[in-house]
């Protein structure tokens, strides 16, 4: 039509791909950490889980306080493979998801998640990862409110957790409040016991003199 001009309109490029800021590894080995430590402490383990159990997760632990996260990580690793061996106990939940996944073997375009774009994949992990999260505080302060472990000022950090998830997914909000309950899990949970391990003696008369000698 008279008037129209010879080329379409100009459009602005579409915006660069937002690269999400890459959290901090402490931050990621924290949150397997402390609920696996609860997890070893789980009635099945009858007070004293196997030291197949309780190395890979001392290692993990020593390896956190010394800052070596890629070393706590593997260790960790290590313990998600036990805990999904059949010859050890079934994990209830929500501590399952401790457990390496394995997944039944099925063609590519069986996976519902197959033919997402990559954000959007991205994204419901996040958000598979998010709930797993919350699912693991809710069954840690559950075993604590019955096993005379004071957990219950972290509640509300949980329940804001919760808040948070609905509306903006794992954000940063989130996972500022999930992890403030798990420091306070690492600081207030007893490490789990070896099966086998034996008290120290107590110290003799003899080992007295010695000492003096």
Known sequence: MPGAPNRPPETAPPPPPVTPAAEPPDRKVLRRLAPSRVALLLDPWKGAPAPDLTTPFEKA????????????????????????EPRWPTLPEPFRRL??????????HWDPDHALAPPEKEAKRARREADDQL????????????????????????????????????????????DRVW??????????????????????????EAGEA
């Open 61 to 84: 632990e020593a390896s956190f306080v010394a800052g070596d996260f890629p070393t706590a990580s593997n260790a960790l690793d290590l313990l998600s493979v036990r805990f999904a």
């Open 99 to 108: 457990r390496v996944p394995i997944p039944a073997p099925m063609p590519p």
């Open 135 to 178: 699912a693991l505080a809710d069954g840690v302060l559950a075993w604590a409110a019955t096993h005379g472990v004071d957990l219950a000022d972290l509640r509300p950090a949980v329940e804001e957790a919760r808040a948070i998830v609905a509306t903006d997914g794992g954000s940063a909000g989130f996972y500022e409040r999930i």
């Open 183 to 208: 420091e306070s899990v690492r600081e207030r949970v007893p490490k789990p016991k070896v099966a086998g391990a034996r008290p120290a003696p107590a110290p003799t008369a003899a080992d007295a």
